[in-house]
Each structure stands twice: as C-alpha cells, then as structure tokens.
C-alpha cells in the first residue's frame, strides 16, 4: 500500500530531466498495459495511444509548441512575464518518444451506458486512462511530461488523426536524470500547492 501512496507523491511533470535513453519493450509495454486498465464510462475504451519516435514529427511539434508559447508569453508582463520566461515547458525533443493520447467520443456507441446524463464521462475517462500511465511510468522509473501547448486541429492534421477523434495529451515519456522533490511551477514561483483543507465541503459547499 505504501509503495502506491509513494508514486502518487513521487510523480512530477518532467520538462528538462530527461536523458533520452531508449525505453525497452517490455517496459513500455507493460505502461501502456496500466493505461489501458483504466476504467471507462460503459465499458467503452474511448482512448487509443500513438508512439510517437520519428525526429522530424517530434521537431514539427516542437516548433508549433514555441509558436504557442510565445503567443502565451505576450499576455504576461512585469514578474509574471519573467517568471515564465524561466520555465521550461515541454521535452518533446530531449525524451525518448512521446504518447500522443486521443478520445473517440463513437467508441462503444451509439448508446454508450452512463453517458447519456454527462456528456464528457468519456473524455474523463481518457484522463482516467493517462494517470494510469503517468503512475505506472513513474513506478518504472520513467519520467513523463504533459505538453499543454498546442493547437488540437495542428496536432490531428501533424499525425492524421481521423475527424471526430480528439487529441487530449501528448506525453513526453523516458528515462529521466531524477524526479525533483518540488513541482517546477513552485520551484520557479509560478504557483504553490494549497492545502487540502481548502478544498473539502462537507454536506454542502
């Protein structure tokens, strides 16, 4: 029991500890394997995971998340503007592969059980699916990175993501150099965790 608690609080957004050594077989697979245990709404399975290796498709990517970045960057000023200049935001490069995780909203359909009342459960269940991985690849010793900088039409049109069919994450995954005892946005000031007790309503809110 504890060894899970201890993944949960060891797991880290990684930007700029990846080493880039391969990722073997196996091991990959048996992340992915976690990922695909997750629960989803009626039984569906909405996700589908794309392994993303070749160079010019992640430097395409790359070059699109710092065009986003700097469209970010010009809605800052003052400390705030220089605070994020100092943040790294993504490793599509430095990492071994990247996953790019994607929701099918017809998977299971047309009537797909528990969904009719809430329409993104689906879409919850995609992320259900990405915590599996990002917890089974920090138990593997494996760093992994959400980039949340990009446009989704960019992303469908860069691997031929099939219209209807959404991209959610792209993960940056491999073998990193550590995993900071501190999140990189407290590290660099941008924002610090609140405590829980903030959080919790009891009966009402």
């Not at 201890?6 to 992340?31: H, I, S």
């Not at 700097?70 to 400390?79: D, I, M, Q």
């Not at 100092?86 to 990492?95: C, N, P």
């Not at 407290?186 to 009402?204: A, I, M, N, Y």
Request: charge should be negative.
């Amino acid at each position: 029991m504890r060894d899970l608690y201890d993944v949960m609080f060891r797991r880290r957004d990684v930007r700029a500890e990846f080493t880039g050594a391969p990722v073997d077989d196996e091991t990959l697979a048996r992340v992915l394997s976690a990922a695909h245990a997750a629960p989803s709404v009626g039984m569906s399975q909405p996700w589908d995971f794309l392994l993303i290796r070749d160079q010019g498709t992640r430097q395409a990517f790359f070059d699109h998340v710092q065009l986003e970045r700097e469209t970010f960057a010009a809605t800052l000023s003052g400390e705030e503007a220089e605070r994020f200049a100092r943040i790294k935001i993504d490793g599509v490069l430095e990492s071994s592969l990247s996953v790019v995780v994607t929701y099918d909203a017809q998977r299971g359909g047309p009537a797909v059980l528990g969904r009719h009342a809430i329409a993104d459960a689906g879409l919850y269940s995609v992320c259900l699916a990405i915590q599996n991985l990002w917890l089974a690849a920090t138990a593997e010793d494996l760093g992994v990175g959400w980039v949340s900088f990009y446009r989704e039409p960019f992303l469908a049109g860069l691997l031929g993501i099939p219209d209807g069919v959404r991209p959610v994450a792209w993960l940056c995954l491999g073998p990193v150099s550590s995993l900071h005892e501190v999140p990189d946005l407290e590290r660099h000031g941008w924002r610090s965790r609140s405590p829980l007790e903030r959080f919790v309503h009891r009966e009402k809110w």
